[in-house]
């Protein structure tokens, strides 16, 4: 079946250590791949996109994910983390030519002082 | 500019009313998506407009769910004979309009629904 899954519900690191969140997908065709991120009470903001062409790319904050073909998986990450980067994070897949966004299930990440 | 708009950001509805949840687009974006988050979960679609012509809502769950977007700006979700299950917040997005798929959606804060 066609899905985006983020295996980790909940992560929790300390301030100034690295993260990764993971995210895997099981679509037919390369998709094109965002990460969003959302605090309690706001919307989904954007942080990265891939669509073509170099597989690491940069995104906001500090962030940047690698697209991995052979493993479907488009993993954020991020060296150093902050404690205002607590929020939840979501992978989303588009498909050629189908309007509509796929979101994998969120990871919550907390982050210890 | 501002971005995407939702009111009211909360309502409590009781069982069997009915609800009108209204989108303010970025101006001058084409595409126009309508999404259900239920608690612990992804964004689930539910629509999409192009300008006013709803071209997809193959997401809405029951004939109880109705969304217009009369003069391809504002649209307002409706949801007749409210369930509990239908207790989730609803996120509203908009694109520019380019090509399928890969275009970028920009959210709006969302309603949060809660059916007694």
């Known amino acids: 079946a066609q899905s985006v899954t983020q295996p980790d519900i909940h992560i929790t690191v300390s301030e100034g250590a690295s993260l990764e969140l993971r995210c895997n997908y099981s679509?037919?065709?390369?998709?094109?791949l965002f990460w969003y991120v959302q605090s309690p009470g706001q919307g989904l903001q954007l942080l990265l996109k891939y669509f073509s062409g170099d597989t690491l790319v940069q995104g906001i904050k500090g962030f940047e994910a690698e697209f991995k073909r052979s493993q479907s998986s488009f993993n954020l990450r991020k060296p150093s983390v902050h404690w205002s980067d607590a929020a939840e994070y979501f992978c989303a897949v588009g498909l050629y030519n189908f309007n509509k966004f796929y979101f994998g299930s969120g990871t919550k990440l907390n982050v210890k002082p | 500019g501002a971005g995407v708009s939702q009111s009211p950001r909360y309502k409590v509805a009781k069982r069997g009313q009915d609800v009108a949840l209204r989108c303010d687009p970025i101006?001058?974006?084409?595409?126009l998506f309508w999404y259900q988050q239920a608690l612990g979960q992804g964004p689930e679609f539910l629509t999409y407009?192009?300008?006013?012509?709803?071209?997809?809502k193959s997401g809405l769950p029951s004939d109880r769910f109705f969304a217009e977007r009369p003069e391809g700006s504002v649209s307002t979700l409706k949801i007749q004979r409210t369930q509990q299950e239908d207790s989730a917040v609803y996120l509203c997005?908009?694109?520019?309009?380019?090509?399928?798929?890969?275009?970028?959606?920009?959210f709006g804060p969302g309603t949060r629904l809660l059916v007694l």
């Open positions: 407009f192009q300008n006013e012509a709803q071209l997809d």
């Open positions: 679509y037919g065709a390369t998709p094109y």
């Open positions: 997005a908009s694109s520019l309009g380019g090509q399928p798929g890969r275009e970028t959606q920009y």
């Open positions: 101006s001058g974006h084409v595409s």
